[in-house]
């Protein structure tokens, strides 16, 4: 199993980014994504969950409205649009996967909202 993120970097308060997360390694048009973020001094945090075929999301309630996953499962590629961002939004960006009870990652990428 493989994810690679992408995508990250730095942004002015009020910008956007978009993150990219290309899988490997394992069926993923049958597998649920999910991105989490790590602040530093702070737990890991779930970010965003979208179903495997795509039709169901959900987001952690700070990202609601400002933040979207998708998922292109003909490229084996789950997306995070992220606008509006807040110096809070700061943090690694992690792409994830749960497969047969074991929890997979990437390596993340680095997202900063600052001025």
């Known amino acids: 199993v493989q994810l690679v993120e992408s995508g990250g970097g730095l942004v002015q308060p009020g910008g956007s980014l978009s993150l990219s997360c290309l899988a490997s390694?394992?069926?993923?048009?049958?597998?649920?994504m999910s991105w989490y973020r790590q602040a530093p001094g702070k737990e890991r945090e779930l970010v965003a969950t979208i179903s495997s075929g795509g039709r169901s999301t959900d987001y952690a309630d700070s990202m609601k409205g400002r933040f979207t996953i998708s998922r292109d499962n003909a490229k084996n590629t789950v997306f995070l649009q992220m606008n509006s961002l807040k110096p809070e939004d700061t943090a690694v960006y992690y792409c994830?996967?749960?497969?047969?009870?074991?929890?997979?990652w990437g390596q993340g990428t680095q997202v900063t909202a600052s001025s």
């Open positions: 994830h996967a749960r497969l047969y009870g074991r929890h997979y």
């Open positions: 390694g394992f069926t993923f048009s049958s597998t649920a």
